[in-house]
């Protein structure tokens, strides 16, 4: 069952004009003249409940203006848009009751209160029964290893910390819906780990539908199976992340170790990347030769005693993708 729905969803904001003058860029104060920017053109999609989609692209890309629409913050300027059976900006204090939210770098918690207290005022305002509450509180708590910082006010934390506090009053009142924007931003590596293992967690343990927009892939490769990619307003990928790789992923790498050192390694399909005496590392197109070819025309002309093939990562996929404008 679909718990998003996006049809034709669009947002156009209207800014004022600045016009080069002799001192250079200045706003026109006797005109009023706009251009329309576009920053969400059109997308369809739709989400099944208990899914878990990563929502990318490169910045203003309009990432952020959707979610905005989704969470009810801003109302479209066109298409329709329904969630969790609402339309957001028309129900937005029904919506929202919902809703779970964690948005990069900005807090939901009180700045000076310690977080317990920011958590106990959650709890009165979504209304969370209090056995409901303990028993969330209790399970975050171990998942998210609170308890060091919970009588600690909210300025006083670390980033990590005060992200984790974040994930933790954003589901209390178990929202069957999860919005993400850059939640491992700025983290070590450790934290980020812990925070990825969370959302696994409410993902398969609670069904939690989650979207979730990142810049670092390697959340969406640890997470995602399913990834939306988005640029200049306008939805060009929905799909599976393996049929992306598949698709767009470019060059794979075949590594051999021979036997011994040869005077000359080519080989029909390849080409030599790198050579270091018996390792030779070859690149070769997905499309026109599969690693089981090229490894058979190999092991009938030399000697090897070892091999492994590497696709090429996500984020050199997606870059790739952005900067030849592949999906278009």
């Known amino acids: 069952m679909e718990i998003i729905r996006a049809d034709r969803l669009a947002k156009q904001f209207h800014v004022n004009r ?44 309009g990432k952020s203006t959707t ?55 959650l709890k009165h305002i979504y209304r969370v029964p209090a056995r409901r509450f303990q028993d969330n509180l209790e399970t975050f708590e171990a998942l998210l290893d609170l308890g060091p910082f919970l009588d600690t006010p909210v300025r006083s934390l670390s980033l990590g910390q005060r992200m984790r506090a974040d994930l933790c009053a954003a589901l209390l009142h178990d929202p069957p819906l999860l919005f993400l924007d850059e939640p491992t931003i700025g983290l070590d590596v450790v934290a980020k780990e812990r925070i990825r293992r969370f959302i696994r967690h409410v993902k398969e343990e609670r069904g939690t539908t989650v979207l979730l927009t990142t810049h670092d892939l390697a959340d969406v490769q640890k997470l995602c199976e399913r990834v939306l990619i988005i640029d200049r307003g306008r939805l060009l990928y929905d799909g599976n992340l393996d049929t992306l790789q598949q698709q767009f992923g470019g060059k794979r790498e075949l590594v051999v170790e021979f036997a011994e050192v040869y005077e000359t390694v080519e080989i029909a399909g390849a080409t030599v990347a790198d ?6 590392t070859y690149h070769f197109e997905r499309n026109a030769l599969s690693a ?11 000697r090897i005693t070892d091999l492994a093939v590497r696709e090429p990562d996500v984020e ?3 870059r790739r993708i952005y900067e030849e404008r592949l999906l278009e």
Not at 275 to 280: F, S
């Open 292 to 302: 089981s070819q090229l490894i058979n025309r190999l092991s009938r002309r030399y």
């Open 275 to 280: 050579r270091r005496e018996r390792q030779v």
């Open 316 to 318: 050199a996929t997606i």
């Open 18 to 61: 600045h016009h080069r003058g002799v001192w250079g860029s200045v706003r026109n104060l006797f005109s009023r003249e706009y251009r329309v920017v576009k920053a969400v053109d059109g997308i369809s999609f739709t989400i099944d409940r208990g899914e878990l989609v990563g929502y990318l692209g490169p910045n203003g890309a």
């Open 67 to 121: 979610i905005k629409m989704l969470a009810g913050l801003l109302v479209p300027s066109g298409g329709e848009v329904v969630v969790n059976g609402r339309i957001p900006w028309r129900e937005r204090r029904e919506h929202v009751q919902g809703l779970g939210a964690v948005f990069g770098q900005r807090t939901t918690l009180w700045w000076d209160l310690p977080v317990i207290e920011s958590l106990q005022l």
